[in-house]
């Protein structure tokens, strides 16, 4: 989210499958769960630029789902700025989900 935030001025999209993240993320009630410091963090972040939540469907969700497997299995974390990463090439484009922002 940093990440994003620091090479982009364009409102940030959220993107979940999950209601009860959105929810976190959204409103200003206090979160105590395991990954209330997460939500937290989140919000701070997100304070600094208009977002967007939207709630998708967990099909819809694939590519975030490899890649966070991706991550844990590997061990790693990388960033491909400007790309694809080749691991996802076929997946991405089936779940590029447009939007309109105005």
């Not at 209330?36 to 997100?46: M, S, T």
């Amino acid at each position: 989210m940093a990440l994003a935030i620091q090479h982009s001025n364009l409102p940030v999209v959220l993107q979940s499958d999950s209601s009860e993240a959105l929810s976190s993320v959204s409103n200003a009630a206090l979160v105590r769960s395991a990954y209330g410091h997460l939500v937290l963090e989140i919000k701070d972040l997100l304070g600094s630029r208009e977002f967007v939540p939207q709630k998708i469907s967990h099909t819809q969700n694939r590519v975030a789902d490899w890649l966070a497997n991706y991550s844990r299995s590997e061990r790693a974390t990388a960033v491909w700025p400007g790309s694809v990463p080749p691991c996802i090439e076929d997946l991405w484009p089936l779940e590029c989900n447009s939007m309109n922002l105005q």
